[in-house]
């Protein structure tokens, strides 16, 4: 299959292991293009670790992942094509705004122009205008956060990884965050969404991926996860979420707390 008619994220029984610390587990899964894919599961679940390896920041311990095509093991071609907002944005403290973002911009080889128009209409949407000329240092999380999620859209990617991306914001600042990442996805870009606050995934996410220690333990569309496998009964997603986390009695993670070398 040739990259242009790929899915946009293809994983093949991907394994992550730190030590005795399974994170990932046999993650077999594939995310169609243009889709909001809603990646959910409890603290230490392995979201972070998956979303390390499709952004080509970790490397697997066993198993392939494609993402637009391209193999995570070759970082020069996959990375043109993706987005990541992690935890903690990769921003500078001593750029302003706008400086930062015309670096990112530039890492990205986007020509001036074109970069300078996108800067402008991502800060006026996200009420950063304003602030644009001021340090970094000086912004409030909220701030920074915004600064991150321009940064990893700003080339238009075919794919965008956003950990937590209303983390930090206003509720109004939450709410612009949910509508430019349903313009994102009309727009065909895919959008790869982890988060714990479950309404965000409810109203985006078009498919929906639950992790528990490390496996995928469910997989649906929100209306086919939400309705019980018994009697097809509504539920929310909250119930269906805890539902399918919950511990099994006697069941053991497998995991040790032993911190090792990635
Ligand atoms: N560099 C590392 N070294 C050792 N263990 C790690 C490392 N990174 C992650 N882990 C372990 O892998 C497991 C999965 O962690 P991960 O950060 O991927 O979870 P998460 O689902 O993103 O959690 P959260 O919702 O709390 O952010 C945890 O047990 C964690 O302790």
Redesign the pocket.
């Known amino acids: 299959m040739s990259p242009a008619d790929a899915p946009a994220i293809e994983t093949d029984a991907l394994t992550?292991r730190?030590?005795e610390?399974t994170?990932?587990t046999g993650l077999t899964m594939t995310v169609e293009r243009g889709a909001v894919y809603g990646f959910l599961?409890?603290?230490?679940?392995?979201?972070?670790?998956?979303m390390?390896m499709l952004t080509t920041l970790t490397r697997p311990t066993s198993g392939t992942a494609h993402v637009a095509g391209h193999s995570i093991t070759d970082r020069e071609s996959v990375t043109p094509h993706i987005g990541y907002l992690p935890?903690e944005p990769p921003i500078y403290d001593e750029l302003t705004g706008r400086e930062q973002l015309e670096y990112a911009a530039g890492l990205r080889d986007l020509p001036e122009a074109e970069a300078s128009e996108r800067i402008d209409s991502l800060l006026e949407r996200f009420d950063l205008v304003d602030d644009a000329h001021r340090r970094i240092e000086g912004y409030s999380k909220g701030m920074r956060q915004k600064v991150g999620v321009i940064q990893a859209v700003l080339h238009e990617p075919a794919v965008a990884f956003l950990?937590e991306p209303t983390s930090g914001l206003d509720p109004r600042a939450a709410r612009t965050m949910r509508e430019t990442i349903a313009d994102l996805a009309d727009r065909e870009m895919t959008i790869f969404l982890?988060t714990?606050i479950l309404p965000v995934v409810d109203e985006l996410a078009d498919e929906i991926g639950v992790?528990r220690e490390?496996e995928l333990v469910a997989q649906g569309d929100p209306e086919t996860l939400k309705s019980r496998a018994e009697t097809g009964e509504a539920r929310s997603l909250e119930d269906a979420f805890l539902e399918v986390t919950q511990e099994t009695p006697g069941g053991e993670s497998g995991?040790s707390?032993e911190?090792?070398?990635?």
């Open positions: 992550k730190y030590g610390t994170a990932v599961g409890p603290n230490g679940a392995g979201k972070t670790t998956t390390r935890e950990d982890s714990h992790l490390g995991r707390a911190p090792s070398i990635d």
